[in-house]
């Protein structure tokens, strides 16, 4: 299997947002992210944030942590 720059676990800032489907990052560079959480972020809601993890196609991020930035 081959490993893209995309695939590697980077860090990305930006808004934390909740919508009826889940949580989404606004990044700080205009980029937009579905997360998929292994915890809920109560706490960081609407709040900025440094998500650590990986994109796993286009619109989505696989998170390893979060925190407020």
Known sequence: ????DDQKVREYA???QRDAAG???QCDDGQ?????LLRTPIDEVEKRVV??????DNASLETVG???A
Request: aromatic share 8%; net charge positive.
């Open 51 to 56: 998500v650590t993890g990986r994109i796993i």
């Open 23 to 25: 949580f989404l990052l």
């Open 66 to 68: 979060i925190r407020l």
């Open 14 to 16: 930006g808004l934390l």
């Open 32 to 36: 937009r992210y579905r997360l998929e």
């Open 1 to 4: 299997m081959m490993v893209t």
